[in-house]
Every structure is written in structure tokens, then in C-alpha cells.
């Protein structure tokens, strides 16, 4: 497989809350067919787009009731190859959600399993006559679901899931199950997708006396299905979403001879660089890349700073998780199962000091690094819609009704209220806005290998508050360096020479004074 996807940047995508075509109020693929240039102009190589498929959406469309066929909101399978097809067109990849630890209850698999105890379908899910089985299993979903196990009234028995009630698990014990799944995968890979990113990978198991996540047969299960996706399709991209600690998300890579994913969320490193720069101390990152270990050759880490769920803290200590909720999430609307629920720009305070330092340290760490939509313009949330629903609001294009994204009178969820100001036809001109501000880190990133795929180092600074590392490549080099405090700061760099911050175009010597909250990638 070419590995462009070191040198990429991704940028994930709801179609709901994109673009209205039609003027129901809901964001559809002719919709975004129209955002594409804005995408592209970033300097993004490659959208994922959650869930497009039927589904009752009772969980973003995280809830499958047909694999096989687009959400009617969304617009047709004709819809979606002219989107993958446009977004090709203007050198765009895209890859898609593939939803394959459960489905939604209104699947027809699940129908017909519940009625009929001597369906084929019924070994497609996992049921007991207790729901007392994998009792060590936490719940996920911990607001809503009080187990893991609920009694269906027409199968006259329980049936196992991780997530909500109404998205039972598939049984990937039945083989059945899995040549089902690859013939879904087949189905979009015929179509020109570029690739998955995997949901909920550490689950597609069940064994007694374990916590059921991670288990030997779900490896074994991945490789597999990385053995169908090689033999069928070299060029298919996957990556996992398994939010673990990095020493669990190691196997994930799988090894040279039995490989799984090329690309894996790296989780960990997420809350801590939120951690780091609250706390203006950078011990939390320089830890967690301590614990993170070297991965195969060809694999690459993804990191994010936000998505379309709950900005996790499933992977901080329970100290760290309480101090994270009483610095970002003051109002207890902000905080939902093991997380908070907010965007990018209100957790750095709306300050562009801020974001920007949270920014361009993300995208100077290894990885290949993912944008959740409408953080390049510092969008807002809504801690009044419920679920995880506040970070997945329309998108905000212009000053005009509705955003510019629907001419609808009623919308899925309505617009954030400062979408006068905080929109992209309203920062295209600024220099310094959120938008602009994107589109140059993207670009000067893009100008430096070292930054997209070099080695990493850190930098001792004999400063807690100072952060920096370098990343290097032949023979090119950069030093990145991230004042976290909100005070100037007086560091010695590692060499006595002279600087060029490729962000600013200015000079620096090796003793330097930081303004606050700076940052700097120096040559
Ligand atoms: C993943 C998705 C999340 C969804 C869950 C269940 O974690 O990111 O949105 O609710 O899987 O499918």
C-alpha cells in the first residue's frame, strides 16, 4: 500500500450539520458536495464522515438499522458517489464509519433474531437467560444504561451490549457474522472509499473472567479482516478507535507478519495536553509519551483535541479526571459519562492565545492529526441539547439565516447563538482569525517534513512551564517549543545558534525570553 496517510491530515465531518440542499433542515451529501472547497482550503488531505448509513439515530447513526444504504436525510447512494466522487475530484480521500460491534435494534437481523429462537439470525447477538454473565464488564454509557445486559420481551431473553439498550452487540463468535461484515466492507470499497475508521473495536468479544475488552479473539478476529482487506484491497486505509492506554493500543498495530490497523487513535495523550496547559506544567504530556511505546514500521498514531463525542477522560487517573471536570467543566451540563461536552474554543475561554497554543502543539506531536469540524472557526456548543448533541450543531458559513447552512425554519438542532460573528464568511478576511490562523499552521506544517512524519525527541528546558521537543528527519530538524504558562518565561535552548521560527519569520537566539503562552517552531 502507498502510505500517504503519513502526510496527511484529516479532517472528520457530520453530514448532518454541514450543509441543507433541500430545505428539510438537515445536512445532506449534495449539501456538502458544496463545502468541499472550504475543506480543501484548509489544507486537509482527507475527510472521515461518521455514520452515513440507515439507522433510527438514536446514537449520531452509531445505530445501523442497514449497512447497506444511505440515511434518507442524507440522500441516496447516487448522492454519496457523486460526494466521493467530488471530494476525489479535488484530491480529497475519504474514509467512513464502519460500525461492526453491534447494530441498531430495528436491524432487520435483530428483528428477526428476537422473534424466532430458531432464526439464523438469533446466533448474529449474544443473549443469556440471566444477564448475569461478564459481570467484570463496566458500562460505558454510564449516564443512561445501568447494565450491560437488557431483557427483551419478545426474545423472552437478554441480550448483551456495551452502548445504549437499543444497539444490541453482534456475536462475532459466528463466522456468519464476520463474512457479513466484510461483505459491507467490500460493498463501500467497491464504491471507492478509501478506507474505515473502525468503531468500537475492543469490544467485538465476550468471555467469561475477563473484562471483555481487548481480548486475544478479537485480535485474531482483526487480522483476519486485515487479511480480507489486503488480499481484496491493498489501498484500504483502517483505523482504530480503541480508547486504551497506549501499552493496550499497541497490539492494535498488530506485528509485521499479522498486521490490523495502520493508524490508531492515540487516546492518552488527548485530556493531558488540555491538562498541561491548565495546570501550566508540561510533566503530564512528557509522561504520557514516556508510557508510549515504539509502534511497527508503516503504523502511525492519530491525534485529535476534539470529536463528535464527549472529550474523554476515561484514560486519566480518577484524581486527574475530578480535576480536569472542576477546571473545564464548572457547570454540571458540561459533564457527561466519563467526559465533558464541550468544543475546542469555549474550553481554552474563548482565547485565541489559547487555542492557537493547543493547536499547534497537536500538530507538531507525532502522529497524523484529525480537525473535528467547525473548531477551525472556534464554533461553540450547546451544553442544552442533550446526549453529546451540543458538539454536533450546524456548521456556521455566514451571518444570514441559519448560519447559511439551511433555509429551513426548523432545524435538526438549532444554530449556536453568536453564529453573527463566529462564522467562516465572517473570518476569510482576517488574518488573524481562528480560520486563517488554521490555514497557516496547516500550511507551514506542510512545509516542514519533519514535522509530518520526523522523529521525536524532547528538549529539556529546565522549566516546567516550557515544553519542547524536537522533530527530525535526514537532515532537517525543528525545535518546537510551547510556553504553558500564562508569564513570560526565560529558557536556555539546547544550541547556541541563531532561530527562524517558521510561524512568525522572525529570529531568535538559543537564550530567549517566551511571551506568554507562545509558541515557536524554530529552524
Ligand atoms: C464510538 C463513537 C460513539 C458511539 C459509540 C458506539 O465510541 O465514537 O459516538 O456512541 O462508538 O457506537
Known amino acids: ?226 487479511r480480507m482487506v489486503d488480499a481484496e484491497y491493498p489501498e484500504c486505509l483502517l483505523i482504530a478507535e480503541a480508547n486504551m492506554w497506549p501499552e493496550e493500543l499497541l497490539p492494535y498495530f498488530g506485528t509485521a507478519e499479522n498486521p490490523e490497523f495502520q493508524i490508531c487513535f492515540h487516546f492518552p495523550i488527548m485530556p493531558r495536553l488540555y491538562q498541561a496547559l491548565r495546570a501550566q506544567d508540561k510533566t503530564a504530556i512528557e509522561e504520557i509519551w514516556a508510557r508510549t511505546p515504539d509502534i511497527p514500521e508503516g503504523t502511525s498514531w492519530m491525534t485529535f483535541l476534539r470529536n463528535h463525542d464527549e472529550l474523554t477522560l476515561e484514560m486519566v487517573t480518577p484524581e486527574v479526571r475530578q480535576w480536569m471536570w472542576e477546571q473545564y467543566a464548572p457547570e454540571p451540563r458540561m459533564k457527561q459519562n466519563m467526559g465533558i461536552r464541550r468544543r475546542l474554543a469555549p474550553l481554552m475561554d474563548n482565547n485565541k492565545q489559547k487555542w492557537f497554543l493547543i493547536n499547534a502543539l497537536f500538530l507538531s506531536l507525532p502522529g497524523v492529526p484529525i480537525l473535528y469540524y467547525g473548531d477551525e472557526i472556534g464554533m461553540s456548543d450547546n451544553i442544552w441539547l442533550p446526549d453529546r448533541h451540543g458538539v454536533r450543531t450546524p456548521m456556521q458559513w455566514d451571518a444570514s439565516k441559519n448560519a447559511g447552512f439551511s433555509d429551513a425554519d426548523e432545524l435538526y438542532f438549532p444554530v449556536i447563538e453568536n453564529y453573527r460573528e463566529v462564522n467562516v464568511a465572517a473570518q476569510e ?81 538559543f537564550d530567549i525570553s517566551l511571551a506568554p503562552r507562545a509558541v515557536h517552531w524554530f529552524i
Open 429 to 509: 478576511k482576517d488574518p488573524t482569525s481562528y480560520l486563517n490562523l488554521t490555514r497557516r499552521l496547516l500550511q507551514v506544517r506542510s512545509e516542514q517534513p519533519a514535522l509530518r512524519h520526523g522523529g521525536f525527541a524532547f528538549v529539556e528546558t529546565g522549566n516546567t512551564a516550557v515544553l519542547a521537543f524536537r522533530r527530525f528527519i535526514d537532515e532537517q530538524s525543528i525545535l518546537c517549543v510551547f510556553n504553558l504558562s500564562d508569564e513570560e518565561q526565560v529558557v536556555m535552548l539546547d544550541e547556541k545558534r541563531p532561530y527562524r521560527d517558521v510561524l512568525s519569520n522572525e529570529n531568535a537566539t
Open 1 to 226: 500500500m502507498s502510505e500517504w496517510y503519513h502526510d496527511s491530515v484529516f479532517y472528520e465531518l457530520y453530514i448532518r450539520a454541514y450543509q441543507d440542499s433541500t430545505g428539510n433542515g438537515r445536512g445532506d451529501f449534495r449539501g456538502a458536495i458544496e463545502r468541499l472547497d472550504h475543506i480543501k482550503s484548509l489544507g486537509v488531505d482527507c475527510i472521515w464522515i461518521m455514520p452515513h448509513y440507515a439507522s433510527p439515530l438514536l446514537d449520531g447513526g452509531y445505530d445501523i438499522s442497514d449497512y447497506r444504504d444511505v440515511h434518507p436525510d442524507f440522500g441516496t447512494l447516487d448522492d454519496f458517489k457523486a460526494f466521493l466522487d467530488a471530494a476525489h475530484a479535488r484530491g480529497l480521500r475519504v474514509v467512513t464509519d464502519l460500525v461492526m460491534n453491534h447494530t441498531s435494534d430495528q436491524h432487520p437481523w435483530f428483528q428477526a433474531a428476537r422473534q424466532d429462537k430458531d432464526s439464523p439470525y438469533r446466533d448474529y447477538y449474544v443473549w443469556s437467560d440471566t444477564g448475569t454473565e461478564y459481570a467484570e464488564t463496566r458500562i460505558i454509557f454510564l449516564d443512561v444504561e445501568a447494565s450491560n445486559w437488557s431483557y427483551d420481551d419478545v426474545a423472552g431473553q437478554y441480550f448483551w451490549h456495551r452502548f445504549y439498550s437499543s444497539q444490541p452487540d453482534l456475536n462475532y463468535d459466528n463466522p456468519k457474522v464476520h463474512e457479513e461484515m466484510f461483505d459491507v466492507m467490500r460493498f463501500w470499497l467497491d464504491m471507492g472509499i478509501d478506507g474505515f475508521r473502525v468503531d468500537a473495536i475492543p469490544y467485538l468479544y465476550e468471555r467469561e473472567g475477563t473484562n471483555c475488552e481487548n481480548l486475544p479473539e478479537t485480535h485474531l478476529f482483526l487480522q483476519k479482516m486485515r
